[in-house]
């Protein structure tokens, strides 16, 4: 038998809690997503950005005590569509970014797929 691609496409996911980037990327992989790379860190996530092939970010706002704001860039250079996980609300998100998609910590998988099926839909930026 051979392995066949998930439907959802591949996430790059960037979140600086541990247990839930495991917990967040079992919820990908549930809803049918390949998860291309992940990272809890700002300087890591540009580094893979280069080299990671991906179809869809999701981005915590503060990883680590850092803003995300330039790894939204770099992907926003690359026209790679991205949703912002918070906890702060939309206030926390970075002013530029404000009109991307966010989903509000805790989240539920139901919540997250339909987020990400409605990015994915929509051209990049």
Known sequence: MTASRPTGGSVFLVEDETMIRMMVAE???D?????AGETGDVDDALR???????????????VNGKVITPVAHA????????VFATGYGTQGMPEE?????????????ETLARLLADTLQKPAA
């Open 31 to 35: 809803l049918g997503y390949r998860v």
């Open 75 to 82: 992907i926003a250079a690359r026209k790679r569509p991205f």
């Open 48 to 62: 893979l950005i280069e080299t990671v092939d991906f179809d869809i970010a999701l981005l915590d706002v503060n």
């Open 97 to 109: 970014f404000r009109d991307r998609p966010a989903l509000q910590k805790p989240f539920q998988m």
């Open 27 to 29: 919820m990908l992989e």
